[in-house]
């Protein structure tokens, strides 16, 4: 019997195949780690946590905390302690926001996308704050493996 307390693999436990978003939230990880969007906590200036569903309605499969408050600014997997808002998504909707596909406030309007905890501090998350996840960003800012 397959154990799903790995939380590494939880989403590919859950779905048959990892999520688009664990990609995603490796380059934005490596790019703030490289000192790349050093300017975001001045600009942004808030703790983001971002909850990933395979699918609508499924269980919460993947946590994230984007801090954009603290310097250096970081990205890591897990729950944050102290978000200021908490966005709750399905996988492909996130894939869509990020790649400019879908209008966050579009998705927020259409219920795709969940806010908890400080709408004006959520506002201030945009697609543009980090580089599109081209494939050919996703191989940039790949960590290299030893």
């Known amino acids: 019997m397959e154990s799903f307390t790995a939380s590494n693999n939880i989403a590919a436990n859950f779905t ?3 999520l ?18 050093a300017d975001l906590s001045d ?9 990933v569903r395979a699918k609508k309605g499924g269980p919460i499969v993947g946590s994230w905390e984007i ?23 399905i996988d492909s909707d996130f894939e869509k926001v990020c790649m400019g596909t879908l209008n966050p406030q579009m998705a927020f309007m259409q219920g795709k996308m ?15 704050l ?13 960590k290299a493996k030893l």
């Open 16 to 18: 048959g195949e990892e």
């Open 20 to 37: 688009k978003s664990e990609e995603i939230f490796s380059m934005m990880t490596e790019y703030l780690a490289r000192g790349e969007g």
């Open 43 to 51: 600009k942004v200036g808030a703790i983001f946590q971002f909850d």
């Open 67 to 89: 801090d954009l408050k603290n310097s250096p600014p970081s990205c890591k997997k897990g729950k944050s302690s102290g978000p200021d808002a908490t966005f709750t998504m």
């Open 114 to 128: 969940k806010i908890k905890g400080n709408l004006g501090k959520a506002t201030k998350f945009t697609p543009e």
């Open 130 to 142: 980090f580089p599109p996840p081209t494939e050919e960003n996703i191989a940039k800012y790949a």
